[in-house]
């Protein structure tokens, strides 16, 4: 099984420019969610989707836009990248919701650097 | 507003040693409370979870840990660490109208040979 596949694993941009983060489950979840993950700061919850065509903002939602178009994608976009966007993502998606019985299952990440 | 806190940053532990990583939650109601491991380079992996019941829960590896609700804390456990669990700790709570989890700010486990 694939389960949580994310693109690309890493990425450099310069400071203005924009990119999709993408990710795909095959497991048929209709919870996904994106984490950035900083030193020291633990994983952040920045967009989140309980199924298709119907997403919401988590904890730290400036800069980035989703959309939920069909079950098993869920991308991340950055508009206009700037350098505190330098992190790593991660996509994560459940059965049911990610804080009751569904058992969130991760992606390997996504290493971002902004310059 | 549900909370994680995790005091230590780092730990570490020789191989054959017990093991405790602790946590604590702020959550209104019972929560939903899950340990997850993360090793180098990779994603997150669920350890084991608590809803309910039993306060002791058992995971994978050999871990478990104990939901003790007037201390508010999680602890996950191990009697005796192996080099393998050399990783970084997540403890996280849910249950929260949104449904998402709240992470802590990690331990990382080194063991010393």
């Known amino acids: 099984n694939a389960g949580v596949t994310q693109t690309p694993k890493f990425q450099v941009l310069k400071t203005g420019q924009s990119m999709t983060l993408q990710c795909a489950q095959d497991?048929?979840?209709?919870?996904m969610s994106w984490y950035r993950q900083d030193p020291g700061m633990g994983l952040r919850l920045i967009h989140y989707?309980?199924?298709?065509?119907?997403?919401d903002q988590g904890e730290v939602p400036n800069g980035y836009n989703v959309s939920r178009s069909t079950t098993e994608d869920f991308p991340l976009r950055l508009l206009s990248a700037a350098p505190s966007q330098t992190s790593v993502y991660f996509c994560?998606?459940?059965?049911?919701?990610?804080?009751?019985?569904?058992?969130?299952?991760f992606g390997e990440g996504s290493r971002l650097t902004v310059l | 507003a549900q909370s994680v806190t995790q005091p230590d940053i780092h730990i570490t532990v020789s191989e054959g040693a017990s093991l405790e990583l602790r946590c604590n939650y702020s959550?209104?109601?019972?929560?939903?409370l899950f340990w997850y491991v993360q090793s180098p380079g990779q994603g997150l992996q669920l350890l084991l979870k608590?809803?309910?019941?039993?306060?002791l829960v058992q995971g994978i590896k050999g871990f478990e840990a104990e939901f003790k609700r007037s201390q508010s804390s999680f602890n996950l456990r191990k009697p005796s660490v192996h080099w393998s669990d050399a990783a970084e700790y997540f403890c996280?709570?849910?249950?929260?109208?949104?449904?998402?989890?709240?992470f802590g700010k990690g331990t990382k486990l080194s063991v010393k040979p």
């Open positions: 994560a998606s459940s059965y049911g919701l990610a804080g009751g019985s569904g058992e969130l299952f």
């Open positions: 497991m048929n979840h209709e919870y």
């Open positions: 989707s309980v199924g298709a065509g119907i997403t």
């Open positions: 959550y209104g109601a019972t929560p939903y």
């Open positions: 608590y809803f309910s019941g039993d306060t």
């Open positions: 996280a709570v849910g249950g929260g109208s949104q449904g998402n989890l709240i």
